[in-house]
């Protein structure tokens, strides 16, 4: 059974910083590329951040300079720094896990910027 789940969410304000980890499991973690999308209310999904399997990364333009995503193979984990937050940045955030042997998600984690 794959499970992704997610921690670290909160409510921080402007300008602060968070860390979201997801940790996965009953998937061999290093072959999949992992991802951060996030859906703010009254909006659709979207990714704010991606890395392959080899550590390739790739970003929201809207993230850039800003967030950082890394994976620890060793831990089974995929995290998010996230610095500099914004209001515009509260949403829901979901780990992505992709890989040739299907796409899975977690339940996601609340992130709320606000003073």
């Known amino acids: 059974q794959v499970q992704l789940v997610e921690s670290g969410g909160g409510l921080v304000q402007p300008g602060g910083s968070l860390r979201l980890s997801c940790a996965a499991s009953g998937i061999i973690f290093s072959r999949y590329a992992m991802a951060w999308y996030r859906r703010a209310p009254g909006k659709q999904r979207e990714l704010v951040a991606s890395i392959t399997s080899i550590g390739t990364t790739n970003y929201a333009d809207s993230v850039k300079g800003r967030f950082t995503i890394s994976r620890d193979n060793a831990k089974n984990t995929v995290y998010l720094q996230m610095n500099t937050l914004k209001p515009d940045d509260t949403a829901v955030y979901y780990c992505?896990?992709?890989?040739?042997?299907?796409?899975?998600w977690g339940q996601g984690t609340q992130v709320t910027v606000s003073s």
């Open positions: 992505n896990a992709g890989g040739v042997m299907g796409t899975y």
